[in-house]
């Protein structure tokens, strides 16, 4: 990607981000990997619908800045997925409301009810909790970069990237929408999955297509292990589960009262 480009087109993206309501005040940050490997950046503590593009900071492929403007110290997960994924040469991370409600009540957004989001982003799984800007959320993150193309963050946010600005805004997008309908269901009763064979064919679809290649059925998501879809590298890691409220190994759930009635009535009815 050519600088001018890509400062152009970080400023719209921001200013989507911020009109969207993905990020308030500073939040959030997005980049892009120019050719020859320097990174242009936004700036720190800069509102992302308020970005000009002689702004923006750019950086040496190790973050050292070459401009005045310093970019934002999240850089460092910018960095990561470089380094993790030859392939991208953009990134979005932000704190869009529904995607965010899914970290911090640490849940990856993983169950199979769309059809368009397996064909074309696959499950977003939960990165545990780092602080960010530090070597704990890099390492949370690192297993999950290769066979995801979005990630939530626990406790923090979300992260899309892709080959450029749009294709990572794109799934940045389609994480929050899918986020909001899988919240939405959940008021007209609960989701409904597609079934196996469903995912399976979906799967297919999305390879011939080319939308996502073999290497998305390494994904660290529910559904997949319920396929009879191998992964190629067989470095498939587990469903990823994430509950730090435990007491003496034993996890906590908690419930609403109107849920434990619901639960005790079905016992009592012998539904469950
Ligand atoms: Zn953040």
């Known amino acids: 990607m050519d600088e001018q480009t890509a400062r152009r087109e970080i400023c719209r993206v921001g200013q989507l981000m911020y009109e969207r309501s993905y990020v308030v005040s500073p939040d959030g940050n997005i980049s892009a990997r120019l050719d020859g490997g320097r990174i242009v950046a936004t700036p720190t503590m800069t509102c992302k619908g ?15 800045p070459l401009t005045e403007a310093r970019p934002s110290s999240e850089l460092a997960m910018h960095l990561l997925i470089y380094n993790e994924r ?17 970290a911090v009540a ?15 982003l696959g499950c977003v799984p939960l990165a545990g909790y780092g602080t960010p800007s530090t070597e704990e959320l890099s390492d949370a993150m690192r297993p999950l970069i290769k066979h995801h193309n979005a990630l939530l963050m626990a406790n ?20 929050e ?25 979906l799967i297919n679809v999305r390879e011939a297509a080319g939308y996502l290649d073999e290497g998305a059925r390494c994904q660290a998501c529910g559904y997949l292990h319920e396929t009879r879809i191998a992964c190629p590298t067989g470095d498939r890691p587990a469903p990823r589960s994430y509950s730090p409220a435990t007491t003496n190994g034993a996890s906590k ?18 539904r469950i």
């Open 106 to 120: 640490h849940l990856a957004i993983d169950q199979p009810i769309l059809s368009e989001v397996i064909l074309t």
């Open 86 to 102: 030859p392939d991208v040469t953009a990134v979005c991370h932000a704190h869009p409301p529904h995607g965010t409600a899914f």
């Open 50 to 64: 308020r970005m000009t593009e002689d702004g923006l900071a750019v950086t040496d492929t190790t973050g050292k």
């Open 177 to 201: 929408h899918t986020a909001r309908i899988a919240i939405l269901s959940r008021i007209l009763g609960g989701p409904n999955n597609l079934p196996t064979d469903a995912i399976e064919k």
């Open 156 to 175: 923090h946010g979300a992260v899309a990237y892709g080959s450029d600005l749009w294709q990572a805004f794109d799934r940045l997008e389609t994480l």
């Open 253 to 270: 759930i908690s419930l609403t009262r109107e849920e434990l009635v619901d639960l005790l009535s079905q016992a009592v009815n012998n």
